[in-house]
């Protein structure tokens, strides 16, 4: 059984306090000396507006080598959320330093990934989130940037989709790989959309 995360549909904006915390806490293909920050995220939808994502970490020995929009940002400290708005559809990849640097793939599977702006001219809007130790963004994903890549209305209401965030540093000081949900190691890597979390979304009840 996959992770299941829970969470609501706002009418105008995030009420944070509300949502519920993730832990970013499964370890993949450690190394021999296993390095193993403390990771986690929030995630909820506002109704018209989009998917609003927080994520954090207490990784203080940082890398944020990559400056522009695409770079190779998972070799820098990197927190990570993927979202498929349809099972079994596409799904979208943003990755994210703690520059606020972010790469923004589509695709429907590990292959053959294109950059979404490639394919449209809105975008993911990734902001750093301040800290007093450690790290964080914040990540919206706008309605029309999915209607957009799906060619379908995207109106961030109650529902069940698939997702999963994830902390990486692949050339970082202490390489390592979390998720949220297991990922499976054939093939290794997050982009295994077999194994991407459920989630479900509700109506928020004041």
Request: proline content about 9%.
């Amino acid at each position: 059984m996959s992770a299941v995360y829970q969470s609501l549909t706002f009418e105008k904006a995030p009420i944070w306090e509300r949502v519920p915390v993730g832990a970013i806490d499964r370890f993949h293909w450690e190394t021999a000396t296993p390095y193993r920050p403390q990771s986690f995220f929030q995630l909820c939808f506002v109704k018209e507006k989009g998917v609003f994502v927080r994520l954090w970490t207490d990784e203080t020995d940082l890398r944020a080598v990559c400056k522009e929009r695409d770079d190779p940002v998972w070799e820098d400290s990197c927190l990570e959320c993927f979202f498929q708005p349809s099972p079994g559809g596409g799904y979208l990849n943003v990755e994210m330093n703690p520059r606020g640097v972010f790469l923004a793939q589509w695709g429907s599977a590990r292959d053959n990934r294109v950059f979404t702006k490639a394919l449209t001219n809105v975008s993911p809007v990734v902001t750093p989130l301040p800290r007093e130790t450690g790290w964080g963004v914040e990540l919206f994903i706008p309605c029309a940037l999915l209607e957009a890549l799906t060619g379908k209305p995207f109106t961030a209401t109650a529902g069940d989709y698939r997702f999963c965030c994830y902390k990486c540093g692949d050339k970082t000081a202490r390489p390592h790989w979390a998720a949220f949900a297991p990922m499976g190691t054939n093939p290794p890597g997050f982009h295994n959309p077999a194994h991407f979390a459920h989630l479900h979304i509700e109506e928020d009840q004041p």
